[in-house]
């Protein structure tokens, strides 16, 4: 059994949110990780499979980037290339003043 065909459908309610939530028809997954990673603590879209082909593959392939699976890039190369040095520190940034209010684990 393929990895994919292991991934139970997604009902309609979250394939809906999928569409609504991901850019997925204007950013590649690459470039939504570099400027979006930082954002989520906890994702788990790509344990389904979605109707939309599109949708789908775009979704696979940011969960193989998010949870750092073998051929996929890092987010740190992703930054690099897609980001600015102001956007990059920025991140940065944000990150220290959450460890340091205590509002990121």
Do not use: K, N
Not at 8 to 14: E, I, K, S, T, V
Not at 41 to 48: A, H, I, L, N, T
Not at 80 to 87: I, Q
């Amino acid at each position: 059994m393929s990895e994919d065909s292991a991934r139970p459908l997604a009902h309609a309610g979250r394939e809906e949110q999928a569409r609504e939530l991901f850019p997925y028809r204007e950013q590649t997954p690459e470039e939504y990780a570099a400027r979006h990673f930082h954002e989520w603590m906890c994702f788990s879209f790509d344990e389904f499979r979605y109707s939309d082909p599109e949708l789908d593959a775009w979704i696979a392939r940011l969960g193989q980037i998010f949870f750092e699976r073998p051929g996929a890039p890092s987010v740190e190369e992703l930054r690099a290339r897609f980001l600015t040095p102001e956007e990059i520190e920025a991140i940065h940034e944000r990150d220290q003043e959450e460890l340091r209010s205590g509002t990121r684990a």
